[in-house]
């Protein structure tokens, strides 16, 4: 019933930069958090950064000084601002958020995954 819907992957070489989105659709009352995991082939799936409703942010630590996460509540969209990237960021980023509709039945949605490679 919520879908979310991901955009900004792609290619990019190392040290450059990427912008990740995420908007949320359907009937959203209330989203308590929001996230990216990402999955490389061969390794599970692992947190890159989380934001509450009222803008908490946790980050994996090797992550922390180069990305950074952040919410428009109004839009119900996260971002992933990602900088100085390198070959290891290479990974299916995937976009993730907690709550409850507007049925207030709660849901844990996760978006189809974007891929991000990173080029030496």
């Known amino acids: 019933q919520v879908q979310l819907v991901e955009s900004g992957g792609g290619l990019v070489q190392a040290g450059g930069s990427l912008r990740l989105s995420c908007a949320a659709s359907g009937r959203v009352f209330s989203m308590n958090i929001m996230g990216w995991y990402r999955q490389a082939p061969g390794q599970q799936r692992e947190l890159v950064a989380t934001?509450?409703?009222?803008?908490?942010?946790k980050y994996a630590d090797s992550l922390k000084d180069r990305f950074t996460i952040s919410r428009d509540n109004a839009k119900n969209t996260v971002y992933l601002q990602m900088n100085s990237l390198i070959p290891e960021d290479t990974a299916v980023y995937y976009c993730?958020?907690?709550?409850?509709?507007?049925?207030?039945?709660?849901?844990?949605?996760w978006g189809q995954g974007t891929q991000v490679t990173v080029s030496s």
């Open positions: 934001i509450t409703s009222g803008g908490s942010t």
């Open positions: 993730n958020a907690a709550g409850y509709d507007r049925r207030i039945n709660p849901f844990d949605s």
